[in-house]
């Protein structure tokens, strides 16, 4: 089938780590997203990018960094910069241009 | 500021009936609009989207409704059903031809049998 695979389900992160959350997409898209959900809130962007090797800062990329070396793999890294990094974090992707979001199931990040 | 909201953040209805949700925007230039369902521990899954040429569009029981003079968007779900129970958001592109869009705080919806 195809889809949006986020790895690990959950995963816990020890102070002054640095962490690395999968996207794995298999749909062909070009756009790729991070989000970032805290509880009782909507979706904030991490992060996008629109194609292989280009990638633009969303509202909250502060503490954040990624890559896109595949069109099929967006990683995201949470640094030991991002001092409340305790969220769910969700990965969509999508045609070009404004067409409907896909996301994986997230990937929810927690403090030791 | 500018901002993708919701008139109500929760709402309860039963088993049956039809469930409206409503999502305000501010953003004029906005041109395309989609509301997503969202399951407890789970990502956001499309439910329909339409863009500023239309008033009005009809999925399977859901119908979204846009009213650009007000700025007001709404999900019409028909005899509701418990499986609808989520969190419902909407999402606006604010003018952008880039793909980003903007989430609002979302409505969750119990359904009573």
């Known amino acids: 089938d195809g889809g949006i695979t986020q790895s690990p389900k959950y995963l816990f992160r020890k102070e002054g780590q640095n962490v690395t959350l999968s996207c794995e997409q298999n749909?062909?898209?070009?756009?790729m997203y991070w989000y970032r959900q805290d509880p009782g809130q909507g979706l904030r962007l991490i992060y996008y990018s629109q194609i292989v090797n280009d990638f633009q800062k969303g509202d909250i990329a502060e503490g954040y960094s990624v890559s896109r070396e595949k069109k099929e793999s967006f990683p995201l890294t949470v640094t030991s910069a991002q001092k409340n990094p305790t969220a769910f974090y969700l990965c969509a992707s999508s045609a070009q241009g404004n067409q409907p979001q896909h996301f994986g199931d997230g990937t929810r990040l927690s403090i030791l | 500021g500018e901002s993708v909201g919701l008139h109500l953040p929760t709402l309860s209805v039963q088993e049956g009936d039809n469930s409206i949700i409503n999502c305000a925007y501010s953003?004029?230039?906005?041109?395309?609009f989609i509301w997503y369902k969202q399951e407890s521990g789970k990502g956001p899954q499309f439910i329909i989207d339409?863009?500023?040429?239309?008033d009005k569009r009809q999925g399977q029981r859901v119908t979204v409704l846009l009213n650009k003079t007000v700025k007001h968007l709404s999900l019409q779900i028909a005899a509701t059903q418990p499986g609808d129970s989520a969190v419902y958001f909407c999402a606006e592109n604010r003018g952008s031809t880039l793909g980003r869009l903007y989430f609002g705080r979302g409505t969750q919806l119990t359904v009573w049998p």
């Open positions: 339409i863009r500023s040429n239309m």
């Open positions: 749909l062909n898209h070009d756009a």
């Open positions: 953003n004029s230039a906005s041109d395309y």
